[in-house]
């Protein structure tokens, strides 16, 4: 068998690279993922393609590309206009490419197009796809269907420290005239790491709701692109199931994003939630000021009312007790004159009722006393005899006693063998008292000793462990 004659490298990537050109059409439309988006510094921009797998891990397919510099600038800017986010890692894009091998820098596709309406779409059915899913669980209203307290003057802030919005928010609460009291739980509101950071400080927050009236998130201005972690499946469910109202400042009136959606509120900007609480404020001030001129002047009617029942009621107390003290001195006239025509004649009466009731008492008197001296006399025989009787019978029963109470003394049961088991200062009744590792002290008649327990055992006779040692 004969040798082929060899080739060079640059003579088979000439062979594969005019292959490829007669083989293959112009163009391609292709749906891929960008994993890497690179500008040069002479302005071509190189894009890193992948296709995952379904399940979200690993990678179907992935290949290199570039856009020229002189389709650049047009592609880009025509992209960012229409999706809204410039060319990033992360977004799925639909574009057209033609197959170049180069014998040198190998197989890459060139960008010709970029079709703008699949990113968006692909955006939207992201966005569609949380929202169906909050519905289906049930939690997509709920934090939309809580109500305001009132007043609204405790505010937590979830925002970076260095936000330009977050600044403006509170310079507009300090200028108001109301008492707010406010706190910054700061997050990252944008990146990578801005979904777990944001659900840290709502739970943060969580931890001390009962502090708080709403959450205000605040982001204010950025680029687009920034707002791709306001889109998460997770994020979204934790603002929809918040106990507190949630409050949305993220700072772009067009663009609306899944957690928007599902907050309690959502403001195009920080300013504009930081006006709503003040302008909430204003109305309650100016509620309790109506509430408080009406229950002046319901007082007021209240007063004049009551001036008016009163002077009303001054004039017939005065009538009455006119008429009461004339009704009185003819009464008293009237009983003074019978008093003196029936005066001798009763006083008569009563002398003689007085006389008989008192001889009536005497005899009572004696009697009694007749009757107590005999009952006197015959407890002054019985009682000595009843004494001792009762005497003889409490000894006794004294004497028994104490001999059950010898048998029962827990003396007695430790020098016959018995012991007693003690756990904290506390006597031990059941094992079920007893855990491994508790320290015991065992009572016996002639001294005690110290346990640990490694184990229980119950009348079941199933053990929890080892059998018990003692040190």
Known sequence: MTAQ????????????REVLALDLPESYWVKAELSE????????????????????????????AVIWRNNYATLAERFERETGSPLIAGIKVLVQVKVLFHEVYGLRYNVLDIDASYTLGDIQRRRREILKRLT???????NRELPLPRPCLRI???SSAGAAGYGDFM????????AFRTRLFPALMQGADAEQSLLAALEEVMRESEKWDVVALLRGGGAVSDLNCFDTYLLAAAVAQ?????FTGIGHDRDETVLDLVANRRFKTPTAVAAFLVDGAHAEMELVEDYTMRLQNAAHRTLDHASLTLAHLDRQIRQAANRSLEYAKFTLSH????????????????ALALDDKAERIHRQA???????????QFLNKRIPAATRRTLNQESERHRHIEEKLALASPVRSLRMGFSLTMVGGQVVRSAAQLRPGDKIVTILHDGQAKSTVTATEHHTGKASGNRPSHT
Request: glycine share 8%; proline share 6%; charged share 20%.
């Open 5 to 16: 004659q060899p080739i060079t490298l640059y003579e088979l990537n000439s062979y594969v």
């Open 37 to 64: 988006v690179r500008l040069s510094g002479k302005g071509h921009c190189y894009l890193g393609l992948v296709e995952k797998e379904e399940t979200g891990y690993g990678l179907r397919a992935q290949a290199g």
């Open 136 to 142: 289906d669980e049930g939690v997509v209203d709920m």
């Open 156 to 158: 937590a802030i979830i």
């Open 171 to 178: 310079r507009q609460l300090e200028a108001a005239p109301y």
């Open 242 to 246: 918040f106990p507190l109202p949630v």
């Open 335 to 350: 009983l003074s004159r019978q008093i003196r025509r029936t005066a001798p004649e009763q006083c008569r009466r009563q």
């Open 366 to 376: 004696r009697h009694l006393v007749n009757s107590q001296w005999q009952l006197l």
